[in-house]
């Protein structure tokens, strides 16, 4: 029974398309978010909804789109993927402040 | 503009050794500290955590120390065991619109050699 699961795990797409990632968590959490490890390894913070609001936006080109039908999902969308989008996409929930996020096992999303 | 730094991309220890893990960060609004470890695949997993009122926390092999003075935090692991060997990351978290912003370091690759 996972806490906090992703779909797909892997992506393979050509470059100009455009793709979805689903996410949804068990955990009865208030906040989830998105975050991307890049070919560094950096884990960014790309989005944070609480309640279903946006909250947190970091610099994030408007071709991700992130979408949270209710509290439990948040999904993220690109348009026209590009190459530099290549990347783990991981997603995350925690409840308050001062609580632990719990994380998928990610998506790792490949652009040729 | 990196606010959590880990500046040590990996470390290597020989298995029950103590592994010291060190994070640092900029930004004063922090006041509640985590660490993570990943396994390859895998999403990161919660290890220890400490408030900021706090200047240490264990729990079995595993204790994180703060210097809020400094801005420093350490994650102490003893006896280093190899399964231990992943990736670390520390993350600092701030409130933020009443819910939290967390944010991480670059991690740190964790050898542990028999």
């Known amino acids: 029974d996972t806490a906090v699961s992703q779909t797909p795990k892997y992506l393979v797409t050509q470059m100009g398309n455009d793709k979805s990632i689903k996410c949804e968590q068990n955990?009865?959490?208030?906040?989830m978010y998105w975050y991307k490890q890049d070919s560094k390894k950096f884990l960014k913070i790309m989005f944070s909804y609480n309640n279903k609001e946006l909250i947190i936006n970091e610099t994030v080109p408007n071709r991700f789109s992130p979408k949270s039908p209710d509290k439990a999902h948040l999904n993220l969308h690109i348009n026209s993927l590009e190459l530099g989008d290549s990347a783990v996409y991981f997603c995350?929930?925690?409840?308050?402040?001062?609580?632990?996020?719990?994380f998928g096992q990610g998506t790792r999303l490949t652009v040729v | 503009d990196q606010q959590v730094k880990q500046n040590s991309p990996s470390l290597s220890v020989q298995e029950g050794r103590i592994s010291i893990l060190n994070c640092d960060y900029t930004?004063?609004?922090?006041?509640?500290f985590l660490w993570y470890k990943k396994y390859p695949a895998e999403g990161p997993t919660f290890l220890i955590s400490i408030s900021s009122i706090k200047d240490k926390n264990e729990d079995g092999r595993f204790t994180v120390f703060l210097n809020k003075s400094a801005k420093h935090l350490s994650l102490h692991i003893v006896p280093s065991q190899p399964g231990d060997s992943a990736v670390y990351f520390c993350?600092?978290?701030?409130?933020?619109?009443?819910?939290?912003?967390?944010?991480f370091g670059q991690g740190t690759r964790l050898t542990i050699n028999p």
């Open positions: 993350a600092a978290s701030a409130e933020f619109q009443g819910a939290q912003k967390l944010v």
């Open positions: 930004n004063s609004m922090f006041d509640y």
């Open positions: 995350a929930s925690s409840q308050a402040h001062g609580s632990e996020a719990f």
């Open positions: 955990l009865g959490h208030d906040t």
